[in-house]
């Protein structure tokens, strides 16, 4: 089943997240993923830098796939990740790190504003 204990624990801590946690935990992990890529990109180590691009494309997908279009920002949000998919096509076909300096305040902005609605909704 689980190789080992943390592992177990991953899964479960996951599975109790609420919808608002799993959402920051996306963005975090996008965050996380454009900053290793930057990195990786300074240190001309363009294996881990394709990895990190592709898995930002992945997440931002994910994000996108799974907006529920009942509301209206949810066209919003569409635009805005068709917008860093575009982005991040970009930064993977010339790997110009300005692309990754653009991308990151504006994920970072959008974490903090769900993380603010997350917060106002919890109480």
């Known amino acids: ?15 109790t997240m609420t919808s608002g ?10 965050l996380k993923r454009l900053t290793r890529a930057q990195l990786a990109l300074e240190e ?8 990190a691009v592709v898995r930002s494309q992945e997440i931002v997908q994910y994000l996108n796939h799974t907006l529920n279009m ?8 569409r635009r805005m990740y068709e917008f860093f998919l575009f982005e991040l096509s970009r930064l ?9 300096e653009e991308l990151k305040p504006l994920v970072s902005e959008l974490r903090d504003a769900f993380k603010e609605a997350d ?3 919890g109480t």
Do not use: W
């Not at 993977?92 to 990754?100: D, L, T």
């Open 92 to 100: 993977q076909a010339g790997r110009n790190p300005v692309v990754i």
């Open 1 to 15: 089943m689980y190789q080992n204990g943390y592992e177990q624990y991953k899964m479960q801590s996951v599975n």
């Open 70 to 77: 009942e509301y209206s920002i949810s066209m919003d949000l």
């Open 44 to 51: 001309e180590e363009y294996e881990i830098f394709e990895r």
């Open 21 to 30: 946690e799993r959402l920051l935990l996306l963005y975090d992990e996008l």
């Open 119 to 121: 917060k106002v909704a």
